[in-house]
Structure formats: C-alpha cells, structure tokens
C-alpha cells in the first residue's frame, strides 16, 4: 500500500509553546487528508479534514485557532497545536485519501505537555 | 450521527484458537465498512473492506461480512498466530460526501495471542 509518513513520531513540549506536525503522503497526491486524535484505550477521533489549497473543515468542538492545519501542497499537511497544555498530550494521527473508500495512515505522533 | 460498537477488549487467545470481534453500527444510509489493524509502532493498515450488504470482506485468513439486517460487520479468522497480535479497529465510511469520506471507528480491540 501507499506510505504516508508523520514527523516527528514523538514530541515533548513546555506548557504554551506551539507544536507542528508534518504529514506527507510520498507516493501519491493527496488533495484530502484527515487529521485524528487517539486517547489512551479509546477510538480515533476526527479532527478536521484537511483540503489542499483551502481552508480545513473543522469537526464539531474542536477548536480551529488551536488546532491550525495548512495543507500547503499535494504531499504535505500540518497540525500545529498553539499555546499547547497537558490535556492536548495525546496521539495525533494523520491519513491521506487516495480514492472511495482508501485512506492510508501515517504511524501518528505521540505529544506530550509538560 | 453515525457510530461503532465493538467487542471490548483486551482479548488473549492460544495459537490457532478461533477467533471471532463482534462489530455493530448505527448510520444513515448505506456506509462501507472496514476493519483496520494497527500492529505495535505501526500505523493503521487496512485488513478488510466490504462496500454493500452480503459483501464478504476478507485477508490474511480473516473475514467479515456485511450483515445489513443485523447492522454487523463480525471479525472472524479460523486460525489465529502469533503475528495476529495488534489492534483491531471496526469503521464506517459516510460515503454521503463522496471524494470526501469520512471515517467513524469502534474503540479499538487488543488481541494478543500466546504461543
């Protein structure tokens, strides 16, 4: 299957420091791409959906100044979480949709707030 | 809104036990399903899909199908090993916003398989 890749795979961060994580897609363009949270023994939570060249589609009660995601171009989408606090630790994984019914994951990104 | 029920876990089985994660959905319309599994340190692969009712979804030696009347979508491999170990995630796809689909998944079931 196609590779989608997340950087960094974990990252530490001081409570109101910003952090960006990178998802890129390298074997094929990807003009949508999914932004998900995962806590601890539970279920994937949609985030946002990703668009290439226009703004992201923001889920139900997830805050879009806080969470800003910029899908820049074909490969690449961003999260970057700002002024980020301890209940934003947490396993943020990214996919990419390639046509109906395929989406391929990227391994996530573990952040932690101090 | 749409939701997935899945069998909580953990689930701990011998090698080449049968193995059966029961999955049941709720939505609008006619979704497809998936099953995905997420091996350790390893992100979300897809194992098997099924797009319409009846359809059999099925890889690795795992199956499910697509049971409309009953909204199911039942995990079952005959023969587990080892490497089987991971989690399993059931999903839906909200096929309404086509090019735009989105996913709904259960929360996850661990299975770990002893020697």
């Known amino acids: 299957g196609a590779v989608v890749s997340q950087h960094p795979s974990w990252v530490i961060c001081k409570s109101g420091t910003s952090v960006k994580i990178e998802c890129r897609s390298l074997d094929f363009q990807a003009t949508t791409m999914f932004w998900y949270r995962q806590f601890p023994k539970q279920s994937l939570m949609l985030m946002a959906t990703?668009?290439?060249?226009?703004?992201?589609?923001?889920e139900q009660g997830v805050e879009k100044d806080k969470f800003l995601i910029n899908h820049a171009s074909l490969t690449l989408s961003t999260l970057t979480v700002t002024s980020a606090h301890p209940e934003d630790s947490s396993f943020y994984i990214c996919?990419?949709?390639?046509?109906?019914?395929?989406?391929?994951f990227g391994p996530g990104t573990r952040l932690t707030v101090l | 809104g749409n939701s997935v029920t899945q069998m909580e876990g953990p689930v701990t089985l011998s090698e080449e036990a049968f193995l059966t994660i029961n999955c049941t959905y709720t939505?609008?319309?006619?979704?497809?399903l998936f099953w995905y599994v997420q091996y350790p340190g390893e992100g979300l692969q897809l194992l098997l899909k099924?797009?319409?009712?009846?359809d059999k979804g099925s890889n690795k030696g795992f199956e499910a199908t697509y049971r409309k009347e009953t909204t199911s979508f039942h995990l079952e491999k005959g023969s587990v090993q080892v490497s089987d170990s991971a989690v399993y995630f059931c999903?839906?796809?909200?096929?309404?916003?086509?090019?735009?689909?989105?996913?709904?998944f259960g929360t996850g079931t661990r299975l770990t398989i002893i020697p």
């Open positions: 996919s990419a949709y390639r046509g109906p019914d395929t989406q391929y």
């Open positions: 999903a839906l796809s909200d096929r309404s916003n086509f090019g735009n689909e989105k996913l709904t």
């Open positions: 939505a609008t319309g006619y979704p497809s």
């Open positions: 990703s668009n290439e060249g226009s703004k992201a589609t923001y």
């Open positions: 099924a797009t319409k009712a009846d």
